[in-house]
């Protein structure tokens, strides 16, 4: 099969039957063999049924549907765990993200040889303040810290080669860094193409203000992930000698300090009296408790292998 397209989706059930007959007719005038996986994020409107009415129009849509709504990175989890084509594309299923895209997409991946091709909004059609400003100041963070060289790393429309997407795992909110996870994982060859951004034609936007909190978590942790997953130990390890050392520091200068005060036969305070006893303390009991969180950290990531579950209400396929 040459093109797996995945769309997450929560209530679009007016935007989908006009999706597919586009992704259709993209696919038909260039004669690729393909598949749609539609992953119904726990929709409250009829998304479901109308999933269920395509499918049997067109035996190439697939479906899988959630009990609940888990997030888009859990629907795309889903839905690369199943997907069969040598180019996997995802896209949006609000009509922003333009199928006609497709094709290029394809041939940069086949004939150029990237790994993944992220789609560029250039020119947006969303609220300046609300969106445009603060994706720039994220792309802008993400590229510093990360070192990929991405305009828009949160752009839905992307494609990859099918080792890529069965070589990642995305969860929890890591959608917006699947560059980074792809890199970390060693995929480097990532190329980006300037896509058309159309309005969105129905419904509203699925994603509120609580973004701007879990944009920046989930970028520490990706790049804590990224770092140090399977070597805790290195990160912990150094905030635990570092603390350490500041405890042993004020414990050193407060022995030197009595020393000399006996030498001269002062009567100086109690070291308890002095605030260098409680700071040669509180860093050595934490740079302990670092010591073992890098401990246990190891532990987890040597005996953890079990992937995050989600739990599928219904498939329309095997």
């Known amino acids: 099969m040459d093109i797996s397209v995945v769309v997450p989706l929560f209530n679009e059930e007016e935007s989908l039957p006009e999706l597919v007959d586009w992704i259709r007719k993209v696919m038909d005038q260039h004669q690729f063999s393909y598949e749609v996986v539609m992953v119904d994020d726990g929709s409250k409107d009829d998304s479901w049924h109308v999933i269920e009415k395509l499918k049997s129009e067109n035996p190439n849509i697939k479906g899988?549907?959630?009990?609940?709504?888990?997030?888009?990175?859990?629907?795309?989890?889903?839905?690369?765990?199943?997907?069969?084509?040598?180019?996997?594309?995802?896209?949006d299923a609000d009509l922003q993200d333009s199928p006609d895209e497709i094709p290029e997409l394809y041939r940069m991946i086949k004939e150029e040889?990237?790994?993944?091709?992220?789609?560029?909004?250039k020119k947006r059609h969303d609220p300046v303040l609300t969106k445009n400003l603060p994706s720039k100041l994220y792309n802008w963070t993400v590229r510093r810290m990360s070192g990929i060289k991405l305009h828009d790393m949160n752009c839905g429309l992307k494609a990859y080669r099918k080792n890529v997407i069965k070589s990642i795992e995305v969860y929890g909110e890591m959608h917006r860094y699947i560059p980074v996870l792809a890199k970390w994982a060693g995929f480097n060859n990532i190329g980006e193409k300037v896509v058309v951004h159309s309005e969105r034609k129905y419904g509203v936007t699925?994603?509120?203000?609580?973004?701007?909190?879990?944009?920046?978590?989930?970028?520490?942790?990706?790049?804590?992930?990224?770092?140090?997953?399977?070597?805790?130990?290195?990160?912990?390890?150094?905030?635990?000698?570092?603390m350490v050392l500041i405890g042993l520091a004020a414990a050193v200068w407060l022995g030197i300090q009595k020393i000399i005060q006996l030498k001269h036969g002062i009567v100086g305070n109690l070291i308890t009296d002095s605030p260098y006893f409680y700071i040669?303390?509180?860093?050595?009991?934490?740079?302990?408790?670092?010591?073992?969180?890098?401990?246990?950290?190891?532990?987890?990531?040597?005996?953890?292998?079990?992937r995050n579950k989600y739990l599928i209400d219904e498939k329309t396929f095997d």
């Open 64 to 91: 899988i549907k959630f009990r609940r709504n888990y997030g888009k990175s859990a629907a795309l989890f889903c839905g690369f765990d199943v997907v069969q084509g040598d180019v996997v594309i995802t896209m």
């Open 113 to 121: 040889g990237y790994d993944l091709v992220s789609g560029w909004k």
């Open 206 to 242: 699925k994603f509120g203000l609580e973004r701007f909190i879990r944009g920046p978590l989930d970028l520490l942790s990706v790049m804590f992930i990224s770092r140090f997953v399977k070597r805790p130990m290195h990160f912990f390890g150094i905030l635990g000698i570092l």
């Open 280 to 306: 040669a303390l509180t860093g050595m009991i934490i740079g302990a408790q670092f010591f073992l969180a890098g401990f246990l950290g190891e532990l987890i990531s040597r005996s953890s292998s079990d």
